[in-house]
């Protein structure tokens, strides 16, 4: 058995797929390659997310199915990152003592410190609770040479009464245009044409660095009129921002900036404002509705997508009613649905009226074949259309797969390598990608 092989699961979010990249190039840098295979194994990471309650029945199973293996050889270690290691701490270790890592989501840096001293000195656990070293200031290793994730911001100031967030990234601490700039700046050199910055609300990026009291407004419209000038840069993608923050410096900035992608991620979470201010989600339905107009007028042909939670506690009949008539209205490109999941330590999870399973159930069947109609039409429209996409990959029917600039997946006969920008001839429609035909390769990969 090669004694410094690793295995790298993530759930969860893109935070956590770039998280996963450090865990990865720190991994690398310390010698160890990659497996998919856990009996070959020395290091197996499991990257966790606290969002939904099945999360955390997921980690468990997993870690029971590991347990033989680590019987079978000791010397294997077995980490656990990410958000629920933040939530549950010493829980984990308490409920599986085979684990030996259990770390933060503000430790990250010290990852192969903790794996040394698990050599030795038996379980180790770092959940501390402040970001000291952003991740982004890791050593990276990507899955694909032509994307890249860039965090702009850790942790959130929010309170949305179902989130567990703020409870395991903490508040919100951007880092600096110059710092994430430089970052860019640096993966253009290396190839990469397209970009996804995060943070869980942009639009209040750079809020913390800003001067208290002064009148200077956050900075995402700023950033993304910086970054836009990278060279070599293709693609500028971004999420989430928030409804309540959003601003028409954006939509400007947005329209203005030729890398940024026509795609807005623009998460609604209900269409009832009872609701909405149960969740303490501070826009209401009408407000939501206007900026789709705003950012639809100013970028035409704009893509949207959106989060949709259903049966949060107390939500009536009447109140989904609402979210659907509002999902007809807004007529998203993709909607994530979600069923409400109760987390502890969130205000929501304790607030009477929670919503029966089975009537969830329904309701979510139910906005889930509306959002699917809708979301066929809005692929069918495509059909005749030239659009350009970045290649990502083989699909598992061994076609070519890849994305528009509005995030559309669309799928083509014959051989490209990912990275490689192509023009595509729209020919038939699908709910959730469209098949292509390939007109030209514009850019094969460098
Ligand atoms: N910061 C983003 C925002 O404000 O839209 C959300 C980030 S969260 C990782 C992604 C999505 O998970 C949320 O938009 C919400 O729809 C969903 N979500 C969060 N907590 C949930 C819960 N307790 N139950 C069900 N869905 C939840
Ligand atoms: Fe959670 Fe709300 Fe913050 Fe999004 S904005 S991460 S939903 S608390």
Redesign the pocket.
């Known amino acids: 058995m090669n004694e410094r092989r690793y295995l790298l699961r993530t759930f969860?979010?893109q935070?956590n797929e770039h998280d996963s990249e450090r865990i990865a190039g720190l991994l690398t840098a310390d010698g160890y390659v990659s497996t998919e295979d856990a009996s070959d194994a020395s290091v197996v990471v499991f990257n966790t997310?606290a969002?939904?309650e099945n999360a955390d029945n997921r980690l468990y199973g997993n870690l029971g199915h590991l347990r033989p293996l680590k019987q079978k050889n000791p010397r294997m270690r077995i980490v656990v990152a990410g958000c629920l290691a933040q939530k549950d701490g010493g829980t984990i270790q308490q409920r599986a003592p085979w684990v030996d890592v259990v770390i933060g989501t503000h430790a990250l840096p010290g990852l192969l410190d903790l794996l040394h001293r698990a050599e030795t000195g038996g379980p180790q656990m770092d959940v501390s609770e402040v970001t000291e070293v952003f991740p982004s200031a890791l050593p990276a290793l990507r899955g694909v040479s032509h994307h890249a994730w860039v965090s702009i911001a850790v942790g959130?100031d929010?309170a949305?009464t179902?989130?567990?967030?703020p409870l395991v990234r903490g508040p919100q601490r951007s880092r600096s245009i110059g710092d994430v700039l430089a970052e860019v700046q640096g993966l253009a050199r290396r190839g990469v044409v397209e970009i996804t910055l995060l943070g869980?609300?942009v639009n209040t990026f750079g809020r913390d660095l800003t001067v208290p009291g002064s009148p200077r407004k956050p900075l995402f419209a700023e950033l993304l009129r910086a970054v836009n000038e990278v060279e070599d840069l293709r693609r500028i993608r971004f999420t989430?921002p928030?409804p309540h923050d959003f601003t028409p410096d954006v939509i400007d900035a947005m329209a203005e900036s030729d890398k940024v992608c026509e795609h807005i991620h623009f998460?609604l979470?209900s269409g009832s404002d009872r609701v909405l201010k149960a969740m303490q989600?501070s826009y209401r339905r009408e407000r939501y509705l206007e900026w789709l107009e705003r950012i639809r007028a100013a970028i035409p042909g704009i893509a949207v997508s959106t989060?949709?939670?259903v049966g949060f506690p107390g939500e009536t009949g009447d109140d989904f009613g609402e979210t659907l008539d509002l999902v007809r209205r807004a007529r998203f490109d993709q909607a994530?649905t979600?069923?409400?999941?109760?987390?502890p330590g969130?205000r929501?999870a304790t607030m009477e009226d929670q919503v029966p399973k089975p009537v969830v159930q329904e309701r979510f069947d139910r906005l889930v074949a509306l959002q699917e109609a809708i979301a066929l039409e809005g692929m069918r429209a495509q059909v005749g259309s030239t659009a350009e996409v970045l290649v990502e990959g083989t699909g598992r029917k061994g076609r070519t797969q890849g994305r528009t600039r509005t995030n559309r997946l669309v799928h083509l006969d014959g051989e490209h390598a990912p990275g490689t920008f192509l023009d595509a001839r729209i020919v038939a429609a699908h709910p959730h990608h469209l098949d292509g035909e390939l007109v030209r390769e514009t850019v094969a990969v460098g």
């Open positions: 969860g979010c935070m997310c969002i939904r959130c929010n949305c179902f989130c567990i967030v869980q609300n989430s928030h998460p979470q989600r989060d949709i939670i994530y979600f069923q409400y999941s109760p987390r969130t929501a």
